[in-house]
């Protein structure tokens, strides 16, 4: 019963693909869809409530497969957080070609626009755990530096970064993507140069000068 389930809900996702990306649009409603996979209503909703979180799973999938991916490699867990991040980006990019089609129809013109999709939210919260994790690795091995009033929105400028990767691969038309796996070491080697202990500390630094000496810099 279990299989038959789990079977069940790839056929609905994988139909429910085919038809997304031939039309270019969602079924005009669950029960047309249901009407032509030849299932009941009712066995639709004991997986998805609607189209678009077949989306969201969907992205889940890309995700959960990179992850696995790369915690599957025996080597993995020797690298540096900088390796571990580039280890993700790379298999991420692997992970996109299979569902190429569906990856560049799903994402807007606009990054914005990608970010504010509800059916991300199902790739984003893991995706920050994941890079959460490496922070804080990062800052035990010294990588990456502690600032208090910064830490916290590292995940969220890595967030950022993903986002702005995968923007990248889906307009690349470089022989086998190497446009995007060079734009991806650029963006982890200037986000760890960013994190690490930097110039971006000396910046702060002068920043908080001006800040506590701003009188003495008054014209007269």
Same mark, same amino acid.
């Given at each position: 019963?279990?299989? @038959?389930?789990?079977?069940? $809900?790839?056929? *609905? +996702?994988?139909?429910?693909?085919? =038809?997304? &990306?031939?039309?270019?649009?969602?079924?005009?409603?669950?029960?047309?869809?249901?009407?032509?996979?030849?299932?009941?209503?009712?066995?639709?909703?004991?997986?998805?409530?609607?189209?678009?979180?077949?989306?969201?799973?969907?992205?889940?999938?890309?995700?959960?497969?990179?992850?696995?991916?790369?915690?599957?490699?025996?080597?993995?867990?020797?690298?540096?957080?900088?390796?571990?991040?580039?280890?993700?980006?790379?298999?991420?990019?692997?992970?996109?070609?299979?569902?190429?089609?569906?990856?560049?129809?799903?994402?807007?013109?606009?990054? @914005?626009?990608?970010?504010? $999709?509800?059916? *991300? +939210?199902?790739?984003?919260?893991? =995706?920050? &755990?994941?890079?959460?994790?490496?922070?804080?690795?990062?800052?035990?091995?010294?990588?990456?530096?502690?600032?208090?009033?910064?830490?916290?929105?590292?995940?969220?400028?890595?967030?950022?970064?993903?986002?702005?990767?995968?923007?990248?691969?889906?307009?690349?038309?470089?022989?086998?993507?190497?446009?995007?796996?060079?734009?991806?070491?650029?963006?982890?080697?200037?986000?760890?140069?960013?994190?690490?202990?930097?110039?971006?500390?000396?910046?702060?630094?002068?920043?908080?000068?001006?800040?506590?000496?701003?009188?003495?810099?008054?014209?007269?």
């Amino acid at each position: 019963m279990a299989k @038959k389930t789990v079977d069940l $809900k790839e056929k *609905i +996702k994988h139909e429910y693909l085919d =038809y997304y &990306l031939t039309k270019g649009h969602d079924p005009k409603t669950v029960y047309h869809f249901c009407k032509e996979l030849k299932i009941k209503e009712e066995a639709y909703y004991e997986h998805y409530n609607s189209f678009a979180q077949i989306r969201a799973d969907i992205w889940r999938s890309l995700f959960l497969e990179t992850k696995k991916g790369i915690m599957e490699d025996d080597v993995y867990s020797s690298y540096s957080v900088r390796e571990k991040l580039l280890a993700f980006y790379y298999t991420l990019g692997e992970m996109l070609k299979s569902k190429r089609s569906f990856v560049v129809q799903d994402f807007p013109r606009s990054p @914005k626009e990608f970010i504010k $999709k509800s059916q *991300i +939210k199902a790739f984003k919260e893991p =995706y920050l &755990l994941f890079v959460q994790d490496l922070v804080q690795e990062g800052i035990e091995t010294g990588e990456i530096k502690s600032r208090s009033k910064l830490e916290a929105k590292y995940k969220e400028a890595l967030w950022a970064q993903c986002v702005f990767i995968i923007d990248f691969w889906t307009k690349d038309d470089s022989e086998q993507f190497e446009a995007t796996d060079a734009a991806i070491e650029k963006a982890v080697n200037l986000s760890f140069e960013l994190m690490g202990a930097s110039a971006l500390d000396s910046i702060l630094d002068f920043g908080k000068f001006l800040f506590h000496n701003r009188d003495k810099m008054r014209y007269q």
